[in-house]
């Protein structure tokens, strides 16, 4: 089965903090998507990486950045966390077929910051 | 732009019964896909069906099934046979080159 795995399930920082939330897939996937989850606004999307050292803006970027400095591994990067960053936030990946991409999602990290 | 749109914010049904969640979908991309997903209480997100614009058959798998109105831009989830283990959010997303979700609906099963 395919994993991916995000490396805590619950976190709280401080404001001004800088946090990394990392994420590990192990079935060779080109791309690799995070999102955060919010009541009411659904999933929205941060930033993704269809190869290695590549990354593209989601529609929420600011406030964020990433890293894929391998292919199993994306992390997302909270430069100075702000209290409106608390949020669940969903690590994906998926395996370009041409058709339907069906994302294969990890667990989830609830970050608090206070 | 697309959109994606769940109507029903909660759905109950009885143990055992069938029960359709809605969604519509607004594109103006010829070739597309529609996703379901269910997230419960864990908070993974479970990829459930998938249906393409250009399939000819309705999408199923067991349980679940996609009741696809190309015409209609609909794309309901048919649940058959309800179970307690069904209870969760589902999702209905939407794809061209990247997914377009909506906001989910609550479905709670009943003993």
């Known amino acids: 089965d395919v994993k991916v795995t995000q490396s805590s399930r619950y976190l709280v920082k401080r404001t001004g903090e800088k946090v990394f939330l990392e994420c590990v897939q192990d079935m060779d996937h080109e791309n690799m998507f995070w999102y955060r989850q919010d009541p009411g606004l659904g999933l929205r999307l941060i930033y993704f990486s269809y190869d290695v050292k590549m990354k593209e803006k989601g529609d929420i970027p600011e406030g964020y950045s990433v890293s894929r400095e391998k292919k199993e591994r994306f992390s997302l990067i909270l430069e100075s966390a702000s209290t409106n960053q608390t949020s669940m936030y969903l690590c994906?990946?998926?395996?370009?077929?041409?058709?339907?991409?069906?994302?294969?999602f990890g667990s989830g990290t609830q970050l608090s910051v206070l | 732009a697309q959109k994606i749109t769940q109507t029903q914010p909660g759905m109950f049904v009885q143990e055992k019964e069938a029960v359709t969640l809605d969604c519509t979908y607004d594109t103006s991309d010829q070739s597309y896909g529609l996703f379901w997903y269910k997230q419960p209480s864990s908070g993974e997100m479970i990829f459930l069906i998938y249906q393409g614009s250009y399939d000819e058959q309705n999408a199923t798998e067991g349980r679940y099934s996609l009741n696809f109105q190309k015409a209609r831009k609909s794309a309901n989830l048919v649940i058959s046979a309800s179970q307690l283990g069904d209870s969760a959010m589902y999702f209905c997303?939407?794809?061209?080159?990247?997914?377009?979700w909506g906001l989910g609906t609550s479905l709670a099963v009943n003993p």
């Open positions: 997303a939407g794809n061209n080159r990247k997914l377009i």
């Open positions: 994906a990946s998926s395996l370009t077929t041409g058709g339907g991409e069906k994302l294969f």
